[in-house]
T-cell receptor
Framework: GNSVTQMEGPVTLSEEAFLTINCTYTATGYPSLFWYVQYPGEGLQLLLKATKADDKGSNKGFEATYRKETTSFHLEKGSVQVSDSAVYFCALSGDNQGGKLIFGQGTELSVKP | DADVTQTPRNRITKTGKRIMLECSQT?????MYWYRQDPGLGLRLIYY???????NKGEISDGYSVSRQAQAKFSLSLESAIPNQTALYFCATRQGSYNEQFFGPGTRLTVL
């Protein structure tokens, strides 16, 4: 079945450092891919998405490119801020799956001043 | 006002008790979902509903039941709560075939 694997956390970075959070997936067909962010004490918010191969999703300085050849959707940001501290979830929605999301286990990011 | 609300936000209960978690939405979306979040496991789907007459089990539905009372309301029940149902529960909505799901703020449930 469909699955998502993320790099384990926690990830601790200094402010202005470069961020990469790896995400790989297993799915049949052509899933849509998502990154959600969960700030402390809050629900999940969609950060960015990509619906077909080679699409690049971007938002708030974060980017991720849908790579079908490597079944990956890695999240990157060139310069993180303290306010980016949160848990990041990679997720997919498969073909004909009723919109169900399959989530990775989440990666906690802590950014220090 | 929040588009997707959940009540209660926090609940502590005892083993064997019946618990209902409620979700309401003002987005007018037809699809609603219940997930649970456990540390290190991400979110897993419990139940989902395409409309008031269409309820489907997710990957971890055992020990749970749901009710779609109206398009805007989707409740999750634990008939007889057990400690391993201690988790953070999220409701989400989606409109038709659009990709994005919108999440509520979550309910933290502790079963003693």
């Amino acid at each position: 079945g469909n699955s998502v694997t993320q790099m384990e956390g926690p990830v601790t970075l200094s402010e202005e450092a470069f961020l990469t959070i790896n995400c790989t997936y297993t799915a049949t067909g052509y899933p849509s891919l998502f990154w959600y962010v969960q700030y402390p004490g809050e629900g999940l918010q969609l950060l960015l998405k990509a619906t077909k191969a080679d699409d690049k999703g971007s938002n708030k300085g974060f980017e991720a490119t849908y790579r079908k050849e490597t079944t990956s959707f890695h999240l990157e940001k060139g310069s993180v801020q303290v306010s980016d501290s949160a848990v990041y979830f990679c997720a997919l929605s498969g073909d004909n799956q009723g919109g169900k999301l399959i989530f990775g286990q989440g990666t906690e990011l802590s950014v220090k001043p | 006002d929040a588009d997707v609300t959940q009540t209660p936000r926090n609940r502590i209960t005892k083993t064997g008790k019946r618990i209902m978690l409620e979700c309401s939405q003002t987005k007018g979306h037809d699809r609603m979902y219940w997930y649970r979040q456990d540390p290190g496991l991400g979110l897993r789907l419990i139940y989902y509903s395409f409309d008031v007459k269409d309820i489907n089990k997710g990957e971890i539905s055992d020990g749970y039941s749901v009710s779609r009372q109206a398009q805007a309301k989707f409740s999750l029940s634990l008939e007889s709560a057990i400690p391993n149902q201690t988790a953070l529960y999220f409701c989400a909505t989606r409109q038709g075939s659009y990709n994005e799901q919108f999440f509520g703020p979550g309910t933290r449930l502790t079963v003693l």
